[in-house]
């Protein structure tokens, strides 16, 4: 079984040029490199690493379903009107004999909500680790020593694909020291999971009841928290940014649910956000009357 571990760039830093092209599962190389994508079998696997920032990360995984010569599939109506990456696009007389495409399995292909970090301690527990540059930094060392595509065995996979489920279970604020650009990254289901894995810091003894519970409606709440302490059920709903009346009713709306169709009867609301709406401040506060709270997350400066 022969899997491979490949590097990319974003089209914006490469004049354009999208490849893989994730939307669609497909991927393209030629030369030396479509030699090795020939050879590829379905249930093989390719992973794909960029830089982001100053790290190097892991963003998406093919499941091989098919491996074709360019030439060969260029005249297939189907392939054509269904996939658009470049090499397809190349007109026939330009094609070079070994340009290769592989087409992932939609299924079962991935591209992660949570990049795996590619750091050195990881690269040291592949089959065959890479060896780093002491004389460079850590990303340039890493860059360096991922320039070729790396060769990944069946222990390898397993172990990327136990890392990348726990990596995305924690989601991006596990307690590390996150750069100003990631900041912009994290996302409302980032900090979901953040407060299921740590509930407390909403109130002292919480702990996780429910989580993306869907009512008869197929309306979804985010969180369920409960107080074994007095039996109260809190409902939290998430909101990356700074909010208004709409949020209110929200969960005005899941509150009522958890009485009328889980049977809780001290039931109150938290909504977690950046903030409210300033012409919505006092409706807001005034909402306390209802049982419905809003606490305020920010970010903490630190220096690394």
Known sequence: MTSYLIGYIDPEKNNGHEDPMFQEFTYGDLKINGDKLLALNKGEYLFFHKTIYDKRYITAYYFVEEVRRVKEVIDDPLIMDN??????????????????????NPIRSKVLEVPLELNERLLKQLSRPANLNPNQTTLAAISSALRTWKELSSNDIKLLFGLIKENEKEGRLNNKLLSTEEVFQVLERDIEK????????????????????IFSDDSRLDLLLINPLNDEVIVVEIKKNKIGREAKQQIKHYMKLCSTELGYLNVKGFIVCPGILPYFEEEMVAAKKENIYVKAFGWKLDVN
């Open 83 to 104: 996939y658009n990456n470049h090499h397809l696009k190349k007109k026939k007389e330009l094609l070079h004999s070994s340009e290769t495409i592989v087409f992932g």
């Open 194 to 213: 953040y407060i299921a894995s740590n509930p407390e810091i909403l109130g002292h003894g919480l702990k996780l009841l429910k989580q993306q519970y």
